[in-house]
């Protein structure tokens, strides 16, 4: 069976930054459901479209294709008072938008002096490019449920 849309397709992959620093290893193989449900990437999906068990990739992400460039304006120094004691450098936080009606945004504690904290709502991996490696092990058919509610069920994937 080879890729195509409704299909579940089972990756044994791994991630590097561009100077061949592991990202990812893929301790676990990757399970999506394929055909723009956003279980991956839309560029390794387009990639993996026709492909069959055993055949192999390599995808340069560029920033945009994965976790998008980095945005300044998403770094902020707020008020130490706003925080409780125990917060440390690497702690991530949910903050809701002032208006509630877009998504919550996580954002990662990456400083902290005196009376002051610097958050940053970029994902750890903005404006890095990345190599996507992986090796295709597993497709087939998705079942009628999985694709009604868009993910892949059972080993690896969601759970109800």
Do not use: W
């Amino acid at each position: 069976m080879l890729i195509a849309r409704n299909t579940v397709v089972t990756l044994k992959y791994n991630v590097m930054d561009t100077d061949g620093s592991p990202v990812d290893e893929g301790a676990a193989p990757l399970v999506y459901l394929h055909g723009g449900y956003g279980g991956i990437f839309d560029r390794i999906e387009e990639e993996l479209q026709g492909k069959g068990v055993g055949d192999a990739l390599e995808v340069k992400l560029e920033p945009e294709d994965a976790f998008g460039e980095y945005d300044a304006e998403l770094v902020a120094i707020e008020s130490r008072q706003l925080f409780p004691d125990n917060i440390e450098v690497g702690m991530q936080f949910e903050r809701g938008s002032e208006d509630g009606e877009s998504e919550d945004a996580l954002f990662t504690i990456t400083d902290i002096a005196d009376d002051k904290v610097v958050v940053d709502g970029n994902h750890p991996l903005a404006g890095i490019s990345l190599m996507f490696s992986c090796t295709v092990t597993g497709v087939r058919a998705a079942t009628a449920e999985e694709i009604t509610h868009g993910h892949v069920h059972g080993e690896h994937g969601h759970h109800h």
